[in-house]
């Protein structure tokens, strides 16, 4: 039998399962670092099922991105997407297939997210955190709630490494007071532009449960909310979150239960695996506390 780091993964999906994706990640089409080929290569790496490339006001990444994955069928999934702002702190994701270089402005977003919506595209509220909370802010969101024009709402990405602690409590109150009441869905990603302040591509993530095959299953799958956000170290650092542990999840319920179990199932099935030696097991812990929780259940077959 091949040593566990060595199985193959699964790359079929069959039937319900968890995978991981980075929602946010930027590529040299809005002056990133990295070229729309490197970041695929760089999530394989990372053990990512799925990515979409978020660039700014531009989608011409995100096709490219899907080119070479559909010429290597080993390489993560990728989500079309790009990212779009009103004004310097109001920005959205628009995943799915759509027109480049969208124009928001506080007088015509909730109009022309309403149409954008009404294509069957996903529309994400990224970074709550960095938005001016003014009145106008405020009722911009509720009306984009209320009118069901808003999926949900990307809660983690490496931003909040800037300032861990002011941050994080910024985004339970957001949780508390916009999400969780409106059952919106939750979303993390990386806001990946470089290798600066940690923001690795898969710092921050989005899990979704799945129960179709292929692309079009994750689409369905984040619009019907069956998500949970997630941000973790990728090495052993205190951030001094309010919770425990190096890494956090967040999300409504069933969903966030049912993740937070998979992960307690999978750290008591290791610990007494009698078939797995040490090094083994320290392999199989490090990619739990990295949050790759579903690469580890196909691992112990």
């Known amino acids: 039998m091949l040593p566990v780091w060595q199985r193959p993964a699964d790359r079929a999906w069959p039937g319900e399962r968890w995978i991981s994706l980075d929602l946010h990640i930027h590529s040299t089409y809005s002056q990133a670092i990295l070229n729309p080929k490197i970041i695929l290569e760089m999530a394989y790496q990372?053990?990512?099922?799925?990515?979409?490339?978020?660039?700014?006001?531009?989608?011409k990444g995100a096709y490219e991105a899907r080119y070479w994955a559909q010429q290597n069928?080993?390489?993560?999934r990728v989500l079309l997407?790009?990212?779009v702002s009103a004004g310097k702190r109001f920005h959205f994701l628009i995943l799915g297939e759509s027109q480049a270089n969208i124009q928001l402005n506080r007088y015509n977003l909730v109009r022309q997210l309403e149409s954008i919506s009404k294509e069957g595209k996903i529309i994400i509220l990224a970074h709550p955190w960095s938005i001016a909370y003014n009145d106008w802010a405020q009722a911009c969101i509720k009306e984009l709630i209320m009118e069901g024009i808003l999926d949900g709402v990307e809660l983690f990405n490496s931003g909040l490494l800037d300032h861990p602690k002011k941050r994080f409590s910024l985004v339970r109150e957001f949780f508390e007071e916009w999400v969780s009441p409106y059952g919106l869905g939750v979303y993390g990603g990386s806001d990946f532009h470089g290798f600066h302040k940690e923001r690795f591509i898969g710092k921050g993530r989005t899990y979704v449960k799945i129960d179709q095959e292929g692309v079009q299953g994750i689409y369905e799958a984040l619009k019907r909310r069956r998500t949970v956000a997630g941000l973790f170290p990728l090495e052993s650092k205190n951030y001094q979150w309010p919770e425990s542990g190096e890494s956090i999840l967040l999300g409504n319920e069933p969903w966030l239960g049912e993740l937070k179990s998979l992960r307690s199932n999978l750290q008591a099935l290791v610990a007494k695996k009698r078939v797995f030696n040490n090094e083994e097991k320290i392999?199989?812990?490090g990619l739990i506390e990295l949050g790759h929780f579903q690469k580890v259940f196909d691992l112990l077959g």
């Open 46 to 59: 990372y053990s990512l099922d799925g990515i979409a490339i978020s660039d700014h006001q531009e989608i």
């Open 283 to 285: 392999f199989l812990n």
């Open 73 to 76: 069928p080993a390489l993560p």
């Open 81 to 83: 997407s790009q990212e």
